[in-house]
């Protein structure tokens, strides 16, 4: 008997074949259902986001809400020109002829999203899978199930429901879904999962995005000034605690920096740190919560091990009642210890120190290469070296994050943080096939092409 999970994949391949979702009015009024959705409800996302992360709805209108308008409003305001197909030369030996590149629809597309920007990550790559003409299935991640449920209810009513469908649960409806053949998986996510995804799509030579994680470092240069060094720390502050508490893929991971520097740093981090969030015994309203007990455990028992407790000179303070860590800071923590080998994914900065700023390179090079690098640092040579010498998927100078909602420049990772990318028009080209058409003429024709071969030929 067919399932409703089969059934729905059935509608959606219907749907796509007859051809509705590559009409351009079918795409510009999802689109504008996608906005109609982020401005009715704005205030139920602001809640979902609070109840699942703690999220401050100033943090959730940045992060979620506001990027995804900014996101969708320019797709609409360049979908014309990105659907307009581009013509291409030929050589003089196929005259007469012409070519032209379509972007053509990929068909039935499955995004599967996290949980730490759980509407940010579901419905951007969705802008780009709408406005390329596809069907979709979604499946946002359970472990923020009021944003799970908030999208499955609302794009049901916002969004065409017979091509866009939401399919709500955790790994075991991903692994179904996964048994499917879909035209392209979108997946954002850890790279654990991200290998099943992958040897998954493999059985159906299904093309697939991975947008994966990993450990980006901030290399910190030491300061000329003192304006410098303020303006730097407070972004670093912010870079590893103001997005969701550190459980942000593009978050900084730990720092680099000379010893004789790391002490006037840490005071700075302190400073910033009290003033963004404070120290009191109840936590801050800024800061979002930990996902939930098991993600608490896991940050908890990074700082537990005796060797690496002992490296914390601010913070460490957890409350497993409300979910919360306070901003946490290691100097030197051992770099065989989980914390220095995993991604961290929450409010703990480790500060590593090195004899030479230069050293920070090889650091990186002996590492998985990062989904982002980034370095505070006014020498061009060095800034040269850090480009030419390491690989990440984006590398940002004197700031954090702003890479990511920044419509015109690709967003992806490269090596373990992931391939493919994203992002205003390279959203829309991941969800297309660029299709090569060419028209020849009945004109002229060539004798020296056809069979049977001899010699004569292959001189002409
Ligand atoms: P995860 O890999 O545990 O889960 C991601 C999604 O995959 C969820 O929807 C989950 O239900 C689903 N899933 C889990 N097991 C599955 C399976 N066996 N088959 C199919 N689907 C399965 O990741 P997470 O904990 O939700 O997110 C955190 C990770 O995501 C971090 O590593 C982070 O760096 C990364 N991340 C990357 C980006 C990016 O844009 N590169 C953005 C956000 C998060």
Not at 236 to 245: L, M, N, S
Not at 278 to 283: A, E, L
Not at 411 to 418: I, L
């Amino acid at each position: 008997m067919e399932t409703d999970l089969e059934a729905d994949l059935k509608e959606l391949r219907q749907v796509f074949n007859s051809g509705k979702t590559k009409e351009s009015s079918w795409r510009i009024s999802q689109l504008h259902g996608l906005l109609h959705l982020l401005e009715d409800r704005e205030n139920d996302i602001s809640m979902a986001l609070k109840q699942d992360l703690g999220k401050h709805h100033v943090e959730a209108y940045r992060d979620e809400i506001g990027t995804v308008v900014k996101s969708v409003n320019y797709a609409l305001k360049n979908l014309k020109q990105w659907m307009a197909g581009k013509k291409a030369s030929l050589p003089l030996a196929a005259f007469p002829s012409k070519a032209e590149l379509l972007h053509e629809p990929l068909g039935v597309v499955l995004i599967i999203s996290s949980w730490n920007f759980p509407i940010g990550l579901s419905l951007e790559p969705m802008i780009g899978a709408i406005a390329a003409g596809n069907a979709i299935v979604l499946k946002p991640s359970e472990l923020a199930p009021s944003c799970s449920s908030f999208l499955a209810e609302t794009i049901r009513d916002y969004l065409d429901n017979s091509a866009v469908k939401v399919i709500e649960g955790g790994s075991a409806i991903g692994e179904r879904l996964l048994e499917h053949k879909f035209d392209k998986i979108f997946f954002t996510g850890s790279t654990r999962v991200g290998r099943s995804v992958m040897s998954a799509a493999a059985q159906h030579l299904t093309p697939v995005t991975l947008e994966l994680g990993g450990k980006c470092p901030a290399v910190v240069d030491f300061f000329s000034t003192s304006r410098d060094a303020d303006m730097a720390t407070k972004r670093i502050v912010w870079g590893k605690f103001g997005a969701c508490a550190g459980q942000a893929c593009i978050g900084i991971d730990y720092v680099l920096i000379e010893k004789k520097y790391a002490s006037n740093l840490v005071e700075l981090l302190k400073k910033y740190i009290t003033q963004c969030y404070g120290d009191g015994p109840t936590g801050s309203h800024s800061m979002s919560k930990i996902i939930n007990k098991k993600h608490f455990s896991r940050l908890k028992s990074l700082i537990d091990e005796p060797r690496v407790k002992s490296s914390i000179v601010h913070g460490g303070l957890l409350d497993e009642e409300s979910l919360f860590i306070w901003p946490t800071i290691l100097v030197d923590p051992p770099l065989d210890a989980a914390i220095m080998m995993e991604e961290i994914f929450g409010p703990l900065l480790p500060v590593i120190t090195l004899e030479r700023i230069e050293d920070s390179i090889e650091f990186i090079r002996a590492r998985p290469k990062p989904l982002a690098l980034y370095a505070f640092t006014k020498d061009e040579h060095f800034q040269k070296g850090l480009i030419s010498e390491t690989s990440s998927g984006s590398i940002m100078f004197n700031d954090v994050i702003l890479q990511y909602a920044v419509d015109t420049l690709p967003f992806g990772g490269v090596g373990e943080s992931g391939f493919g990318r994203y992002h205003g028009k390279y959203s829309f080209e991941n969800f297309s096939h660029e299709k090569v058409v060419v028209m020849r003429s009945f004109l002229i024709d060539f004798w020296f092409r056809y069979p049977p071969w001899d010699d004569k030929k292959l001189q002409l």
